[in-house]
């Protein structure tokens, strides 16, 4: 008897302890201030609850029920091209209601290292959305990345992609200029980085620096997996010229509501550049991109410039007609 009534105790336990952990499964959710290195102006966004963010438009946007909140792999991803204006991109971007940016480069198609860990690691990188929001995640290597096309697509073969470009020449400069501040200036000069003979006739056309620039390469196996409407290339002077125009064709692209408009920026003269409009506005330079972005590039050796010019110009003719419009590239 008493053996009987231990047994059915000891049962007890073990089926509530069952149907505790089944029901009250905490989610996990990491802290993602550390997760995501926001800047000031990303987070103050972030923190507010939504009916004060800008405009309080999104309230027109934002399932309110909230029952959906979650992390999930991205629906668009900001593939490139390296110094095209990416950063730029996901900032205004991010500015949409409707959308989630996840801020680090997670590296996750271009790195072996980071693939292996798995999507669920990858989709436990995301900002927590709801379900009519776009989780977007930007690493500019993936656009030159050979298995990257191939990795993305069995992830998601709907996934938008957005590419910043920008001409290819000038890009290969500000990649330079990047390159020479992490070197402490130690770099030697981009007339005999680019080149391989000591008059600078000759390119280094198989560097990195220059290949990136081939923009029309790095779309082909694209293509391979994606069909062309499902990228959408950004132009990344305008970008700079006009950030409202470029910003709403990629609403449009991504199917979302017309958010973003001029009264979310402001130029910023010191900078040179367009900045985004804070919701603290207590600083002139608050809502422009870092130091970083935008730095003054070297005066390159005329013939230089026109050896890489004149090496990109049938690249561009042919990215311009597989993408069915003219950047204008010299
Ligand atoms: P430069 O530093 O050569 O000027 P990425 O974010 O992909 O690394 O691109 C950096 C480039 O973004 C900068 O290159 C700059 O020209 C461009 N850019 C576009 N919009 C900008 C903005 N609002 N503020 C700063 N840089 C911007």
Known sequence: MKRRFCFYFVSIIIL???LFNTFHKQPEVEDLATIFSLTETEQSFDLLPPSTHA????????????????QRLPNALIIGIRKGGTRALINSLSRHPNVKACYREL??????KNYHLGLDW?????????RNQITVEKTPAYFVTDDAPRLVHQMSPSVKLLVVVRDPTVRAISDYAQLSDKNHGSLRPFEEYVTEDSQHRVLRASSTIVTTGLYVNHLKR?????????IHFINGEELVKNPVHEMNAVEKFLGLEPFIDEKL????????FPCLITERNDSAKSGCL???KGRPHPSINEDVVTLLRDF???????????????????
């Open 16 to 18: 509530t302890a069952i």
């Open 55 to 70: 405009q309080s438009k999104d309230i027109l946007f934002i399932d309110d029920t909230k029952k959906d909140w979650k």
């Open 107 to 112: 590296h996750f198609f271009d790195r072996q």
């Open 122 to 130: 990858y989709k436990a990188q995301m900002p927590p959305s709801l």
């Open 222 to 230: 694209w293509l391979k997996y994606f069909p062309l409407e499902q």
């Open 265 to 272: 920026y402001y130029f910023n003269e010191t900078k040179g």
């Open 290 to 292: 870092s130091e970083t």
């Open 312 to 330: 990109y110009r049938p690249f561009n003719v042919e990215f311009y007609e597989a993408v069915g419009k003219n950047f204008g590239w010299p």
